[in-house]
């Protein structure tokens, strides 16, 4: 089993930022099973969905809730850092 961290950008056309409920985006993906690491393919689990300035992920009992927090200093340091390393490429 991987357990290192993998990131998954969804490039959205045409929609702002500010029009994205998070909490919603996170109920929809936290804890679904998605496909990664292409063309190799290994399944992984959604744990944490973040934008520049929140995150949410699981947690709670078991896991079970889905918790918002900010997204400051080297978290967001990290975020602004890879989305640039994108824009790069």
């Not at 357990?3 to 909490?23: A, C, G, H, P, S």
């Not at 936290?30 to 689990?45: D, T």
């Amino acid at each position: 089993m991987i357990r290192n961290e993998n990131r998954i950008v969804q490039l959205l056309d045409d929609m702002d930022i500010d029009d994205i409920d998070i909490m919603a985006l996170g109920a929809e993906l936290l804890g679904q099973s998605i496909w990664v690491n292409w063309p190799h393919m290994y399944e992984a689990k959604v744990c944490t969905v973040e934008t520049e300035d929140w995150k949410v992920e699981l947690g709670g009992k078991n896991n079970s809730e889905i918790v918002k927090t900010g997204c400051e200093g080297n978290s967001q340091a990290v975020f602004m850092s890879l989305i640039e390393s994108i824009t790069e490429w």
